[in-house]
């Protein structure tokens, strides 16, 4: 009997498939035939995979100071690694890595098979760990703000091309160096690239070190790195891990009971620390380098030779600096030592009898102050890492549904306070709007967030995440805080809102050290430690007080010609409002820092040395106007056109400035003090001398600038006065010190900042000392000048070069005198004089006259 035929449409369907799988097999094949041709990595290229190079910071003697990088990595061999690492890797990401050749046929058709049949979404995308490393070795194309159908034309495009090369990277090395490869690429985030980098960052100790749990958190995070970090989303890394564990556990590399236990313990992260740049010495430099550095190389003619821009921490660039080593270091350790006896004075000076601290968040503030002060310690919290993740553990779910649905609202508290507020009393957001309370980018969000569907939830979250966020900070733990000891912290217990105002009253200090010849920066300050203390003092403005008054008194003596052995006498001098030649709307009668005045004649030696303030107001009358100062400033390097945002000018135009009424940068000040050191020229602050390619090509040198500020003559009666400021102390302080040395100091109002500007020869040394909060103050003028704050530090810094036999410097180096001065320096000369003018005055007149021909 003959066979029974199959229905017509079966023959059809089963023809049909045959075709279907004839086409697409040829599809596949001419594909990759194609591809071959598409700009694939030659082998040599997959021998040798570009490693992103990092570059060196370089001091002046070409030692190391600092590194740029993304990839902090240090590479592990295959047999090197923990083997826990390799299971956990292997059991999740790709089970038949041992068997296929690059790609998984098998995984792929599953996927294929979930996606396009059944649907589902979470399917997974099919890659072996192969393809994983193609896909981290060559990068993906940029392909936002492109087509839809472009997008997915060019991703099914660069999927074949990293199928071919798993396929070649299965034909140059093993199995076991591709893996170790793929682990040792990786980015964990927080500048941990590689595997041994990661471990070391998030559990403080080698891969080889990890347990269990460690290293399944770990490879967890391949999946995401940033979505399953134990740091910023710990309820998705645990959940990420305990997948991990359990295909762990269906591979048969421990058992149920095992994986029951191990999933229900926390991940351990109090060994958590971040490896970057700033660890070393000058980290405040190396920062404000990067941002100089970046700035730099986005100028067309710092660019490489096709137009793209140096990246400066994968293009192996060589950043050679101003820095001078030695004295980088020695400054740091006088710094240190210095600070810490400032503090245990501060500490001391701010304590009620029984020992326990006075709360400076709290004294002598009227309610203006304490808004003030309450809207800072409101910040800094929002500004800690706590708060972050917080916020992540509560917001981070609904951040997700808005981006799904179309809305880019970055959420912020002020987006959840107004839908609060606007849901309690309707038309408020549109009032704050009108009363131009908030910005038309914030109204719109907010207008946004109240229709959406989310509205509701948000607001209820936004009650629970305040709550949260004031039990979290109330509430003591255990952590470090920073302190002056050996390590620069210890372990101790308080609040977290304790802790910043711990740390909020710790003086700061910003110094730098500039070689006035030049310009060089030989070292940089811009605090007590990076670590803990982000914000560089040097760059900061802040009052100056009477360093200020040099500015003033050199206007004076370059006008003049005055001597200063010239008395003037001591008593309340007034610019009277309306004044044409200053302007003021009332009138201006400024006192001294004593609250008095001794109405004695006093010349301005000893005008200058005790910071009185009625010769400066006496100086400032007889120049004139504040424009003739101003002039002088810009010609120092302080540009007299800076403005604020508010459109205020940086150097106010009104006589107060006289006093010191203006502020400025630790940087903008020495750099202004190099006229004084530098016989009358003005040379500008840089600190990179050149930066070369990777291949040694120079791609740019520094351009001294120099500019004449002052006549020598002048200045070398300024440099005088400044020395004379500390000749009292040349016989105890400087003792066994040679060179030349003068300097000035500045406290300003409530005792809020000390300053001391000193002058050497070779270096112009500029110290700012005071906290990081005008609140943070002494209570008298003898605990808060310049003089206790400020000066004590340039004063052990001299004294530590002078003993250094590792620091260049000339031991007897002398300031540049004019051969020929026509002002007098000498008082008792200059007395003398006085009296025989005063005698003769037709022999004095012929006196000037033949001096006027001689010149």
Known sequence: MAKAQPPAWKRKLVRWLWWAYGIGLLFVVLVFTLLQFDNLPTFEELENPRINQASIVYSREGKPIGKYFVENRESVRFKDLN?????????????????????????????????????????????????????????????????????????????????????????????????????????????????????????????????????????????????????????????????????????????????ERLKKKPIDLTRFRRQSHVEGHAAYFRRELTKWLKELLDKPEYRKPNGQKYDIYRDGLK???????????????????????????????????????????????????????????????????????????????????????????????????????????????????????????????????????????????????????????????????????????????????????????ILQIGSLGVDPRTGAVKFWIGGVDFRYFKVDHTTTRRQVGSTFKPFIYATAIALQGISPCQEYEDKQYIIPANDPKFGLPETWAPANATNSFSYKKINLYEALRRSVNSISVKLMLEIGNVNRVIGLLHNMGIDSTLRYPNGRYVIPRVPSICLGAADLSV?????????????????????VEKITDKNGKVIYRSNEYHNTALNPQYNYVMVYMLMQNLAPYRNSRFKGVEFEVGGKTGTTNDFVDAWFMGITPQLVVGTWVGGEDKWIRWRNLREGQGFANAFPFFNKLILAINQSDKIDFDRKAKFPRPKRMTIELDCSKYKQLREQNAADPFQHQLDEELEEEIQ
């Not at 093993?174 to 471990?199: C, P, R, V």
């Not at 408020?428 to 038309?440: C, P």
């Not at 940087?667 to 190099?674: D, I, L, N, P, V």
């Open 319 to 505: 950043i050679y600096t101003t820095i001078d080593y030695e004295l980088q270091k020695l400054a740091e350790q006088v710094m240190w030592q210095h600070m810490k006896s400032v503090q245990a004075r501060f500490d001391r000076h701010w304590r009620f009898r029984s020992g326990r601290p006075i709360d400076l968040w709290e004294y002598n503030a009227d309610e203006y102050q304490k808004k003030i002060r309450q809207k800072t310690l409101e910040r800094l919290i929002r500004e800690s890492e706590r708060y972050q993740n917080l916020w992540n553990q509560y917001f981070g779910k609904y951040q997700e549904q808005l981006s799904s649905q179309g809305l880019a609202i970055h959420l912020n508290e002020l987006h959840l306070a107004l839908l609060a507020h606007e849901k309690r009393q309707k038309g408020a957001l549109k009032k704050k709007y009108a009363q131009r309370e908030i910005s038309k980018k914030t109204y719109d969000e907010v207008r946004q967030l109240f229709g959406s569907q989310q509205r509701d939830a948000l607001i209820a979250q936004y009650q629970a995440f305040k709550k949260a966020v004031n039990k979290a900070f109330k509430q003591k733990v255990k952590m470090k805080v920073f302190a002056y000891n050996d390590r620069g912290e210890k372990d101790t217990v308080m609040s977290p809102i304790d802790s910043i105002k711990y740390h909020r009253r």
């Open 83 to 259: 083997p826990i690492l390799v299971q956990a890797l292997i059991a999740t990401e790709d089970k038949r890595y041992y068997t296929h050749s690059g790609i998984d046929f098998l995984g792929l058709g599953r996927v294929l098979f979930k996606t396009l049949i059944l649907g589902q979404r979470s399917a997974g995308g099919g890659s072996t760990i192969d393809q994983q490393l193609a896909k981290l070795l060559f990068k993906r194309p940029d392909l936002r703000g492109k087509p839809g159908w472009y997008r997915t034309l060019q991703l099914v495009r660069t999927k074949f091309k990293e199928w071919i090369i798993a396929v070649k990277l299965n034909k140059r090395y093993t199995k076991e160096e591709i893996l170790a490869m793929y682990l040792n690429q990786f980015d964990y985030l927080y500048g941990a690239n590689g595997i041994e980098a990661a471990a070391q960052t998030y559990f403080g100790k080698s891969q080889s070190q990890l347990d269990t749990i460690e290293a399944a958190t770990l490879i967890g995070m391949l999946k995401n790195p940033y979505m399953y970090n134990p740091k910023i989303h710990y309820d998705n890394a645990i959940k990420r891990r305990n997948i991990v564990l359990y295909q762990m556990y269906r591979n048969g590399y421990f058992s149920k009971e095992d994986y």
């Open 667 to 687: 940087r903008e000040m020495t750099g202004a003090y190099t006229t004084f050191a530098n016989n009358g020229i003005y040379s500008r602050p840089y600190f």
